[in-house]
């Protein structure tokens, strides 16, 4: 399990190894056993008062790709350093703008396999999500089902995650083993 202690160490790092110019506010990072997500946040277009929703949309995707090859190097040596100091993959995302209008973006994030043993019920679920075309693989509805979970029950699973790191931070300041 990943620490608070842990989260903010890499987050620290982070802020202190990441252009200024990268973090219009605090880059978001999110870690798990395999991978940190580092979540920069950019300055949004100016169009003018004038212009369109569509328009400012298709602004934010063009800065978005602009950033994504200007920064690529930069972001690579970063990426290296990171992936030696903490032993994971780290991939990168962007938001341009904010509120409802922000164009959000993950790049090269990692896909880990997971073992799972579903019983017959579990397996038919994801089967009549495959014959139903909402996913094209077992994995695929799988993954499916666990972004739906996770978009309903956010709140519920924050609180969680707070849970598990408190008990977490009480191991660590307990007796050892």
């Known amino acids: 399990m990943i620490t608070q202690e842990t989260r903010e160490k890499?987050?620290?790092w982070?802020?202190?190894?990441?252009?200024?110019?990268w973090q219009a506010t605090h880059a978001e990072i999110t870690i798990d056993r395999e991978e940190i997500t580092v979540r920069l946040s950019i300055?949004?277009?100016?169009?003018g008062a004038d212009a369109t929703d569509a328009a400012r949309a298709e602004a934010r995707v063009g800065r978005a790709k602009a950033f994504r090859e200007e920064t690529r190097a930069q972001r690579m040596e970063?990426?290296?350093e990171a992936e030696h100091r903490y032993d994971a993959k780290v991939s990168w995302g962007l938001t341009v703008g904010d509120?409802?209008?922000?164009?959000?973006e993950l790049w090269t994030h990692v896909a880990a396999p997971v073992m799972t043993r579903l019983r017959q019920p579990q397996r038919m679920?994801?089967?009549t999500l495959v014959d139903a075309g909402v996913a094209r693989?077992?994995?695929d509805a799988l993954a499916w089902c666990v972004r739906l979970v996770g978009q309903?029950?956010?709140?519920?699973?924050?609180e969680l995650r707070d849970a598990m790191a408190s008990v977490a931070d009480v191991r660590a300041k307990g007796p050892a083993a």
């Open 78 to 80: 970063i990426a290296r």
């Open 14 to 21: 982070f802020a202190g190894r990441l252009p200024q110019e």
């Open 99 to 104: 509120g409802d209008g922000a164009h959000r």
């Open 10 to 12: 890499v987050a620290g």
């Open 152 to 158: 309903h029950e956010d709140d519920w699973l924050t």
């Open 43 to 47: 300055p949004d277009v100016d169009l």
């Open 137 to 139: 693989s077992r994995a």
């Open 125 to 127: 679920v994801l089967d």
